[in-house]
């Protein structure tokens, strides 16, 4: 059966090919042989998803004549560790991989981070597929090559920028998603459409309510969308020194936020609808946002806030998460402000009074 890709990244030198359809599972040893002709292939997920998928991706595969192995990791962020690399760099000695083995991470975000790096180590670089099961995954974090663990010093500290050798995105498969990961998932959706298209805000403020409780799917058109503008900024910036900035709207606030519950109180996606609140009222306050806008805006975001009862009593237990990320950027602290929907822009020069008013309109929102 013939495969093929419906997008594709370019980064300079090659061409990385994006598969997107309901069903790619099944068809995973047609989409890895359009590009491999050595059929071995090392598949890596984590319990959860393996307990609902393992088995059909182990089967597919075996049926298409590949020679498959899988390894289960635990599920959590604490498989983003050296830990980690260092035991499946070690089992994959054991097993004799070489360089022509394929290896397929099927999972969310955190496993694609750290399987993906565990594979640009090995061997200077094996052949790495992406298969996310998230949201987040397939419109965000295993587009782009950013792989990467943690360290004590603070989140994806170590890590590289790898291109996978395609991306596989089953719509399908995020059926099986709980409703708090699916509204994650969607504060990266919505950010797509206020950074770079304004047609795919207003198809957001139209459906989000009915897509988090899962009465109608997110159409596979939305998530090609959000891919493509991922796609096209990782073209114009793969190391992330200008363009790609923009992929950071509501996530300056949105880390600190994080940062402050442990990684364990917000999901990504509902601390980056707090942020995107905070940097959107910025706007409107500098007059780049008109206050309708501004309202829209918000209203799409306030659906994706956390359901949480503890939110930080005092801005300054927010304000001071801020200043790790400030340490990675030459000591200069950057938000992305929307200017319109649609559009954004980076800025330097955000005073600590707009941070306070920001976060406190943010927080505020979250107990109206
Ligand atoms: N998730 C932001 C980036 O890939 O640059």
Known sequence: MSVRPALFGAIPGRRVPVFV?????????DVLASVHAHRVCEVVTDRNVDALLGRRVMAALRKGKWRAHKTVLPAGEQIKSARTIRSLHEAWFEQKLDRYTVIVVVGGGTVGDAVGYAAATFLRGLPLWQVPTTIIGQVDSAIGGKVGINHKRGKNLIGAFYQPAGIIIDPQVLESLPPRERRSGLGEVVKYGVIADAGLFRQCERSVNEWISGAESVP??????CARIKLKMVAADETDRGL?????????????????????????????????VAAAWMAYKRGDLTESEFKRLEEVCRSLYPRLSTLPDRNSDVTQHLHSDKKRMAGTLRWVLPHGLGRVRVVEDVTPREINGALRYALTLSRR
């Open 21 to 29: 359809d309901d069903g790619l599972l099944d068809r995973l040893p």
């Open 220 to 225: 596979t058109s939305t998530l090609q969308r």
């Open 244 to 276: 790609r900035h923009h992929l950071n709207f509501g996530h300056t606030l949105g880390h600190a936020l994080e940062r402050w519950g442990g990684y364990r109180r917000f999901k990504h996606g509902e601390a980056v609808a707090m942020g995107m």
